[in-house]
């Protein structure tokens, strides 16, 4: 599995496309009150709508991944302490994943780690390997520490034990950012329907009052300019949030 790629399922890609539509209807009711402008700007609508959603769940894989692959790597740990060989401690930590788990990405993961080193596979190399896929920096620098180590014949033990350190620390650390900046992300949600709430209100209580913007060139410029500055606030808003989680 490509952990910067992430492919719908069919159910997920009509529920998506569904959403992508009826924000489309929104944007063209709200700024053109227009039929024809709704199925203009469907397409970009719908890619720009795809896209944000895909990259948000591809985000939210990883993150995932990142906590099940600190609870596998102090499972390895624990079986090294145990008496375990390295590569018997990383087959018996699959065994603890799905039992922990069930069927979830490390589960996955460690399943394949658990074929490929009874084909006689490096262990290191099957480690490399997930760690280009993941994408994540923890896993790679634990891939490229345990691989030196390996070919160096270091402690394993305590290596693993300072990763797994390293990694909790830095997973802490990213979770109380998560949590400080939550409150951030819902006024940010606020500001962006706020827009939409305004017309709406006034659309109802004072239809007159807009009239003016839904009719001739000149109002019909009005909501466009208006539509690009809400289009960038919207996307200055969300790459400053983005930003701040990966601190």
């Known amino acids: 599995m490509n952990y910067d790629r992430y492919d719908f399922s069919t159910g997920e890609l009509l529920i998506y496309l569904f959403l992508g539509a009826a924000l489309d209807g929104i944007i063209a009711w709200t ?10 700007i469907l397409i970009p609508v719908e890619y720009f709508f ?20 600190r609870e596998a790597i102090m ?39 658990t074929r490929r080193l009874r084909s006689n596979e490096a262990l290191e190399k099957i480690l490399m390997d997930l760690a280009e896929r993941s994408g994540n920096v923890d896993i ?12 160096s014949g270091g402690d394993y033990t305590r290596i693993i034990r300072k990763a797994a350190d390293t990694i909790g620390d830095k997973t802490d650390i990213r979770r109380e950012i998560n949590i400080s900046i939550s409150a951030r992300r819902y006024e940010t949600w606020i500001m962006e329907a706020v827009p939409f ?45 983005k930003e701040a989680e990966k601190i």
């Open 31 to 40: 700024f053109y009150r227009s039929i024809p402008v709704f199925f203009i």
């Open 50 to 69: 795809i896209s944000h959603v895909r990259q948000n769940l591809i985000e939210k894989r990883k993150y995932e991944l990142s906590l099940e692959f």
């Open 140 to 151: 790679e620098d634990f891939a490229g520490v345990f691989s030196a180590a390996k070919r």
């Open 75 to 113: 499972a390895v740990l624990a079986s090294l302490n145990a008496g375990y060989s390295v590569e018997n401690a990383f087959i018996e930590t699959g065994r603890v994943m799905e039992g922990l788990y069930g069927d979830s990405l490390i589960t996955t993961e460690f399943k394949v780690l």
């Open 197 to 241: 709430v305004i017309i709406v209100y006034l659309s109802l209580t004072s239809s007159g009052f807009l009239s003016a913007l839904y009719s001739g060139i000149t109002g019909r410029a009005v909501m466009t300019v208006c539509l690009i500055m809400y289009g960038t606030g919207f996307y200055m808003a969300e790459k400053i949030t």
